[in-house]
């Protein structure tokens, strides 16, 4: 990488003089004057004796201790992952601390016209001061340096010095914008030009972070853990030597800045050497120090316990013992509630939107121990809100155990703060209650952490009294039901396929069978009107992305996951039937995409905009005939109707077009594959299975037809039912409408009509029947149209 821009300012000299000092020696780069070479080599000494006396000072001044350096534990995994160290207030001070800001030496910047500085209120802005525009957003350099570290789990501290070492942009009183666009070196090797690509500040600092995350994680790395020859410049004649790699992080720095130091660059710190490089050391010695030794493996951490309460504690609690629901004040609609409504012990706890009042996964009860410290027992199990005090320092998240007033992390002491209440752990009073970051949707983790001065509102809660309202009598009774849309009450909610699947699409679809279990729902009411609709054919519930609760999310079968709300269901009566609200949010309802019912229509949620919006009202048929695969309820039993008598039986047949009865339904050159041409053809030989077709009915005059050639079926496109549609031959797709015929007998013989569109019916392209015409469905428009009447024949090969 290349190393920080240093400036040397001469006293009373406007000349700007940059060095690069960093990983190779005495490489140095002049800007453009006018001035004759005699003037530069001037200059040259001048900086070289410049450099001597600002080493010589530093030296006498403070005792830099390179002694401890170790080439191969530079910084300990500890260390680099510890992002506890600094919050975005801490972050904010410290940059202040270091560089106050207040450089009033402006016209220097007119000497630099390549370069660009920000200057306001007539001095430059610095590191500590400055913003970077992101999403609409002002960010602090201490906020983009902060959401590095959460984002990636790299110490702040780490980043603070990285910026420092490369740019010196921390202490820098008028930095430009070259060392901001390039300020942590990243994407900028030594043997080239920096790569644009990677330009910016919140840019620069997210990538570093994500290298260094990438390496402790296991990812790539030059060097790995173990031994390794490492060079002490970018030029491999000056050599190296081989250096055992101690731990992940120090190999993170290493494919950062490739290079060690030699012994000269150690001894002459801060200064330079013959074939040195000093980035490793640098970022050793900024480190130690601004925040001490980073190879330390753990942390001494004291803690503040809050004890146990005694006969002799206060009893009165600020808040009254009982049951209540705790919603964060991040967004009052998420509440405390228990991950998948487990009783089990360690059940996690976790945010989730409110979806019913009597969900008692959401409902806590809070005893009072004495002092204002509380047990919050949680209503589904009898288990205390708790966490692994072992895991104290990596913020765990919130779990449910048997209860230990002995342990402390089973006890919490409220704080109350006008309408809203803060928890602080008895096992530190430094950590919190709190939502897991600034933000909270559905299963964003609860854990307990350090607080914050003041307060976020990720770690205050309100209370509100849980109770249980008298019962609403349900709009739907428990049972199976067709579900159909009220744009065509033709058209049916449909599992795509017949499909068992996780995920299987939704969709609308016409009713060819009353048995179809792929239109037949089993609808549960939960209470106050909200239901669960599972699919009668696989038990899987309606569904959809719980973490996407936007317009077009499409609607799809899913195994039930315990109060998911993406499988809840808020029913509202309307005329001509219910709009069905998803309890994610209740503005958004079950909806038919384009508002539009054909075959194979998706189905999706929408924003509810209208009381008589067709295209999300569903109109209800309920069965009173037994279905087998969804068990309860268990309606009544219902008479059957008598059969109805097939048009057609079981057997072998050819089937000839009454254009030419010569010409038979055959399979295209005797094929065995999947999207066999179907076509016409004379008769050459009776045992010609390719012109042998086995017809099944299914039942109310619904048939598939088989070639006995293949086993395939009679088959089209699903998804494109239209006129010209070419047929071909198909392995059986179960409860597909394309393999599946509805017969209609005429004068002369039948009608095949599609089931997934009746106006369509099995048809001899243009009427011209010869060798190889094209079987296709096409619009049945006349009773008496030759091109799609079949006479059969049958035979008992």
Known sequence: MKKNLVRIIPENTDRKIVAHHGDVSANFSFSKTSRNILVLIFVF???????????????????????????????????????????????????TSKNACNDRNIQRAANFPGYQYHIENGKFVCLSEETFEYNGEKQTAARVIYQASRDFQINPQVLITLIEKEQSLVTDTWPNHIQYRSATGFGCPDTAACDAKYYGFRNQVRNAAKLFRDVLDGGYTNYPVGENFIYYNPNFSCGGSKVYVENLATSALYRYTPYQPNAEALKNYPGTSYCGAYGNRNFYMLFSRWFGDPTVSKQVIKFKTIVRPDATASKQGIIQDGKYLLSTGLDPNFYLDVQYASKNEH????????????NQAQQWQFTHLGNNIYTIKSVLSNKNLSYSFDDILNKPQLKLTTENLDDCSNRWKAVKT????????????????????????????????????????????????????APIKPLIEDGNYYIKTSINPNFYLDVAFSSPADFAKVQLYSQWSKENKAQIWNIKHLGNNKYQIKSSLSGKLLSFNLNNVSNNEPVFLLSERNNNCSQIWQAEQVDGGFFFHTTCDEKKALDVNGAFAYYGTQIQIWDKWSNTNKAQI????????????????????ASTPAPIKPLIEDGNYYIKTSINPNFYLDVAFSSPADFAKVQLYSQWSKENKAQIWNIKHLGN??????????????????????????????????????????????????????TCDEKKALDVNGAFAYYGTQIQIWDKWSNTNKAQIWSLEKTFL
């Open 701 to 754: 005059n619904k048939y598939q037809i088989k070639s006995s050639l293949s086993g395939k079926l009679l088959s089209f496109n699903l998804n494109n039912v239209s006129n010209n549609e070419p047929v071909f031959l198909l392995s059986e797709r179960n409860n597909n409408c394309s393999q599946i015929w509805q017969a209609e007998q005429v004068d002369g013989g039948f009608f095949f009509h599609t």
């Open 418 to 469: 006008q309408n809203q209440y803060t928890f602080y752990s008895s096992c530190d009073e430094a950590r919190t209650l709190a939502v897991r970051g600034q933000s909270v949707t559905y299963a964003t983790p609860v854990e307990v952490n350090l607080s914050s001065n003041p307060t976020l509102q990720s770690e205050h809660w309100q209370l509100t009294p849980a109770s249980t309202p």
């Open 45 to 95: 000494f001048m900086i070289s004796a410049l450099s001597f006396l600002l080493a010589k000072n530093l030296k006498e001044s403070q005792a830099y201790d390179v002694s401890k350096f170790s080439a191969g534990n530079i910084i300990s995994d500890y260390t680099m992952s510890n992002t506890e160290t600094m919050n975005e207030q801490q972050i904010q001070e410290f940059l």
């Open 347 to 358: 059940a996690l706890v976790q945010m989730y939107t409110q979806w019913s009042k009597e």
């Open 618 to 637: 569903w109109s209800l048929e309920k069965i009173t005939s037994k279905i087998e695969s969804v068990p309860e309820p268990t309606p009544a039993p």
